[in-house]
């Protein structure tokens, strides 16, 4: 017979799933935050639990199993030079291979977001790869790219810093 924690917890997750205003990647989201802060919170110093209770510090709601980082800081101009073994991927020799493969990273990138933080110079990171294209077919790439980043990736989660190509 199910306990009353299971029970609420059963019913979280009815919840989650059944939602209609939350999109299957909400769903999938909020579902492995259940799951995580199922699991007992980290063991602490008493000084650290001190501090957490009376609210010196935060954890920032991230959950009870933190193994996702908050903040890294690929190194995105290696990743398009040299591409990477892990993801079986070469390096970029055009403007839309260096496109391509930073939305590919981008997926990769460990977050307690679920989505990188940090989307590196692109001026410069894509400067070397607009060598042959015209104004217009740079234009048109790179206006792709943005509507992808801005449809993927929320606003208030990501730093990112351009200047015209």
């Given amino acids: 017979m199910p306990t009353s ?3 609420a917890l059963q019913q ?3 919840q989650i799933v059944t939602s209609p205003v939350l ?3 909400q769903k999938r989201h909020f579902l492995a935050l259940e799951a995580e802060n199922n699991l007992p919170y980290p ?10 209770d009376e609210g010196v510090i935060c954890d920032m709601f991230e959950g009870h199993a933190p193994y996702k980082p908050r903040y890294v800081l690929p190194d995105y101009a290696r990743f398009l030079a040299n591409g990477s073994e892990w993801l079986e991927l070469e390096g970029a020799k055009d403007l839309d291979d260096a496109l391509s493969l930073l939305t590919i ?3 990769h990138v460990p977050s307690v977001t679920s989505m990188p933080v940090y989307l590196g110079q692109l001026d410069a990171l894509l400067q070397p790869y607009v ?4 104004q217009d077919e740079i234009d048109i790439r790179i206006k792709r790219f943005w509507r992808y980043l801005d449809r993927t990736l929320p606003r208030r989660l990501y730093a990112r810093q351009y200047r015209p190509v």
């Fill in 131 to 134: 060598r042959i294209l015209t």
């Fill in 105 to 107: 990273l981008y997926h």
């Fill in 43 to 52: 063991q602490l110093p008493a000084e650290a639990r001190r501090a957490l």
């Fill in 12 to 14: 979280r997750c009815q």
């Fill in 5 to 7: 924690h299971e029970n």
């Fill in 23 to 25: 999109s299957p990647e």
